[in-house]
């Protein structure tokens, strides 16, 4: 081995030992979710609310914080089943809408084919996961019968092409129809 490389492998081998006990220890692992809210230090289960707003880029006016306190678990019920919270839940509650650029109001219900405009949202949760895959297999069907309705025309081009020079033998047209499926 190259002496240069020994030396930086020699010392991460001398303190894997005690970086593995860190990252394993239970401790290590809750330090991350209690930092961020997910969990509070007390009972280490249920989500602190006062380290979670910390999270929150912009400072919260008081009536806002209010709002959270008192909805919290109403929210976190609609989190925990469905993996987001719509924004039409929010409005109900007395939530101003978000606002764009310009300052006028912007009601974000785009759906699972929108994600990253949604807010309240746990990417990792199992409903948002299945909505995911059902998009994904929609949009895989419509590229498929797009595909197909390309290959005809391709093909109509190619025996169109053909029969005008005179050779016809084993060629016919497909009747292009947009609305067909495949």
């Given at each position: ?21 860190e990252i394993v220890s239970k ?122 309705h390309m290959f005809m025309l ?25 609305n067909a499926t495949l």
């Amino acid at each position: 081995m190259n002496r240069r490389r020994q030396g930086p492998l020699e010392e991460i081998l001398v303190c894997l030992p005690e970086l593995l006990t860190e990252i394993v220890s239970k401790d290590g692992n809750q330090r991350g979710f209690i930092l961020c809210g997910f969990i509070d230090s007390v009972t280490r289960t249920t989500p602190d609310l006062n380290n979670l707003l910390l999270t929150c880029r912009r400072t919260m006016p008081q009536w806002e914080y209010d709002l959270f306190e008192k909805h919290f678990n109403e929210l976190f019920k609609i989190m925990h089943e469905n993996g987001h919270v719509p924004d039409d839940e929010f409005l109900k509650r007395g939530w101003p809408a978000d606002q764009n650029m310009d300052g006028m109001p912007v009601i974000r219900d785009a759906g699972i084919r929108n994600e990253r405009s949604q807010r309240a949202k746990n990417l990792t949760h199992p409903r948002q996961i299945q909505l995911r895959v059902l998009e994904a297999q929609r949009a895989k069907e419509k590229n498929a019968q797009a595909l197909g309705h390309m290959f005809m025309l391709i093909r109509n081009t190619y025996c169109h092409q053909r029969r005008s020079r005179g050779d016809v033998r084993g060629f016919s047209f497909i009747i292009y129809n947009p609305n067909a499926t495949l």
